[in-house]
């Protein structure tokens, strides 16, 4: 413990998330609780909980401790950071913090042309990487380790005009790399094929797996009391 956490008030404030919450706002809880806007806070995540992007915002520097026994952590497609902090506090981890999983790749796409007669086929979408997500606005929250599968890419053929060694050719698109599990990067993309007659041929590269979100971004204000699982990069 340093001497800037021995100089604050003996009052305290308790703020308890006792069920899932999508991004709190803390300074609003504590106040609520009958907070000065200057004695410390203890705040509690409780076992079994989701917190969804949880920002430590609006409070002074070394009143916030933070408790966590749940799980806090990034959405899927959204903010893939799960705990954010330009606010020095002091962390006790008893629980998960992550941040989601990468997106995965793109597929490669495809071009070819015979007797001047061109088609292609495009590449899958990347997954999602895993994380919290929601079916309706944040009203419910779900929990996803493992990132979403990639989509297939497209099929296209073109049949054989009838010319002397034309058969024809078929086409497809690289499939989308799967979406990393929770603090994991995403798959890289697949790539294209093309079988049949042309005589010119085009393509793209698969795109690469994404990197995983971070599990923080506020590493320089953060004193760690226990580290617990943490998922991801840190900034």
Do not use: K
Request: net charge neutral.
């Amino acid at each position: 413990m340093t001497a800037r956490w021995l100089m604050t008030s003996s009052r305290s404030v308790t703020v308890t998330i006792a069920a899932n919450v999508y991004r709190p706002n803390i300074r609003a809880l504590a106040l609520a609780q009958g907070w000065d806007g200057g004695s410390p806070i203890e705040l509690v995540v409780n076992a079994g909980v989701y917190v969804v992007a949880l920002e430590i915002a609006n409070i002074p520097h070394d009143v916030l401790t933070l408790t966590n026994r749940g799980t806090i952590g990034g959405a899927m497609g959204g903010i893939t950071t799960g705990l954010y902090t330009r606010v020095r506090i002091r962390v006790a981890n008893q629980g998960t913090i992550f941040g989601c999983g990468g997106l995965g790749g793109v597929g490669s796409s495809v071009s070819v042309c015979w007797g001047g007669a061109c088609h292609s086929a495009s590449g899958g979408s990347g997954g999602l990487g895993g994380g919290f997500w929601t079916p309706n606005s944040w009203t419910t929250i779900n929990y996803q380790q493992q990132g979403s599968p990639g989509a297939t890419g497209e099929v296209n053929s073109r049949p054989s005009s009838g010319y002397p060694g034309d058969n024809g050719s078929d086409l497809y698109g690289g499939d989308g790399g799967n979406g990393g599990a929770v603090g994991q990067v995403g798959e890289a993309g697949g790539s294209e094929r093309a079988y049949g007659s042309y005589d010119w041929y085009n393509n793209t590269w698969p795109g690469p797996g994404g990197a995983a979100g971070n599990y923080l971004d506020g590493n320089a204000y953060v004193t760690w009391i226990a580290t617990g699982t943490r998922l991801g990069n840190v900034v």
